[in-house]
């Protein structure tokens, strides 16, 4: 069975970019459009990594990150963040929260297969 990771992210770009990176390495992503559907997925798939996006429109990622930690098994689980590089205060909003690492996007990018392969 192949590895799975979750992926919270509007940003098509970088939607994009991470499906094809997990494609790639054989990795099943799921794109997830809400904090209690991260929660929920995390129980049930229990991913090797979920990625967020920390400027996602279309629910607060600093919540989901807060209710993930906050579920028995959310603790288990690497939570990486990406954000623009010019966004310093979302690195600290997101490890606040219990994200295992925030890089910048071009950080992220360049790492983008190791992370998928929960190497990070």
């Known amino acids: 069975m192949a590895p799975v990771a979750l992926a919270a ?29 991260l929660v929920e997925r995390v129980a049930r798939e229990q991913p090797t990594v979920v990625v967020v996006d920390l400027n996602e429109q279309r629910f607060d990622p600093f919540e989901a990150i807060r209710l993930l930690r906050a579920a028995p098994w959310g603790l288990s689980v690497p939570v990486v963040g990406f954000f623009s590089h010019v966004q310093v205060e979302l690195k600290t909003k997101a490890e606040a929260a219990g994200a295992t690492r925030v890089l910048p996007r071009s950080a992220f990018v360049e790492r983008l297969p190791d992370i998928l392969n929960g190497q990070l």
Not at 10 to 24: E, G, P, Q, V, W
Not at 26 to 34: E, M
């Open 9 to 37: 992210v509007s940003d098509l770009f970088f939607a994009t970019k991470i499906r094809t990176t997990a494609n790639l390495s054989g990795i099943n992503l799921g794109i997830v459009t809400s904090a209690k559907e």
